[in-house]
């Protein structure tokens, strides 16, 4: 893994807002007294969500002192895990995977999408709209390939993907249009393309007689 490091540009400050004090309460109470740095991982999580999708260096100093642990086990952690993100990202941040199945499935021609659509990979685009990243598995490698997309309404993987429905998918967004998480194409989840092979006779079910067991009068321990 290359080296994460904060972004050049930082704000002076950032507070933790009643909203995410009162969902980190929820995972503090999950750990034993005294151990609420366990909940470090969930906590970032939220406050990336409240920082507008990425965690500032100021950020980062709440979560300690809010978690009354030292500021570099904070950073450690953000650093070592790219779905926490060092620097500003757009509005549709897209995570792109190329571990092997996706690489095999075409995801190297789906890295070209995003450099002719958005730009180099770790940038944000000239209106602000996207930016991107390419990630190691994110385990949907039965509908390779395919990206997760992070916005105001989620965190949502797309699925079989090609170079046709990623730029389309890509443009619905930029333009506002509602958009399907899930296969790209016309499969469901992940059936075969075709429709489901297996365990599909018609009355195959209904053929099956439930054995009535005697009633011995013995109750069974």
């Known amino acids: 893994m290359s080296a994460r490091r904060l972004a050049k540009d930082q704000p002076d400050s950032f507070a933790l807002s009643a909203a995410s004090k009162k969902e980190i309460a929820v995972w ?7 151990r609420q740095a366990s909940a470090l991982i969930p906590v970032l999580w939220i406050v990336q969500k409240q920082a507008g999708g990425w965690l500032p260096a100021p950020a980062l100093e709440a979560v300690a002192a809010h ?17 926490f993100n060092m620097a500003p990202v757009g509005e549709h941040h897209v995570q792109l995977c190329g571990t092997t199945p996706c690489w095999l499935r075409g995801a190297g021609d789906l890295k070209k999408v995003c450099e ?92 099956i007689k439930k054995k009535k067991l005697p009633n011995t009068g013995k109750v069974k321990s």
Not at 28 to 34: D, E, L
Not at 127 to 153: H, R, T, Y
């Open 67 to 83: 978690l009354d642990m030292p500021y570099i086990r904070v950073y450690e952690v953000v650093t070592f895990y790219t779905m």
């Open 28 to 34: 503090i109470k999950k750990y034993p007294k005294g």
């Open 116 to 207: 002719s659509k958005i730009g180099p990979k770790g940038s944000v685009s000239a209106d602000g709209k996207f930016s991107w990243i390419e990630v190691e598995c994110l385990g949907a490698c039965a509908n390779a390939p395919m990206v997760q997309i992070s916005n105001a309404a989620g965190d949502d993987y797309y699925e079989d993907l090609d170079v046709e429905n990623f730029g389309a998918l890509l443009d619905d967004l930029a333009a506002g249009r509602k958009v399907s998480a899930g296969p790209q194409n016309k499969r469901h989840t992940s059936e075969p393309i075709t429709g489901a092979a297996t365990l599909n006779a018609k009355g195959m079910y209904n053929k």
